[in-house]
């Protein structure tokens, strides 16, 4: 079992920055896929940004790219989601995830991003 725990949520003025964390417990993550997605009130939750195990390869939603940087420490188990540039439309509620396979798919519980414009 792998638990997730996101971190530094809160509330900023549009153009502001936010740097959220996943901090992974119960097992290294360092062989898992880990991603950050989205969910805004009322819709569906969304892809954000993804990460493979060894930071080779990097995606980002069309949304963000240019203003959002994934990044992972496997020496800490822990994600980081760098977001600039915030936008009133990035409110939502973020979710940290740790994807090996179907039987391996852990999320977090989320952490609230509120922009203000």
């Known amino acids: 079992q792998v638990q997730l725990v996101e971190s530094g949520g809160g509330l900023v003025q549009a153009g502001g920055s936010l740097r959220l964390s996943c901090a992974a417990s119960?097992?290294?993550?360092?062989?898992?896929?880990m991603g950050w997605y989205r969910q805004a009130p009322g819709k569906e939750r969304e892809f954000v940004a993804v990460i493979s195990w060894n930071s080779g390869i990097i995606q980002y939603a069309d949304s963000v790219k240019g203003r959002f940087t994934i990044s992972r420490d496997n020496a800490k188990n822990t994600v980081y989601l760098q977001m600039n540039s915030l936008k009133p439309e990035d409110t939502a509620i973020y979710y940290c995830n740790a994807y090996s396979s179907s039987q391996y798919d852990y999320w977090g519980q989320g952490t609230q991003v509120t922009i203000s414009s």
């Open positions: 119960g097992r290294t993550i360092s062989s898992y896929r």
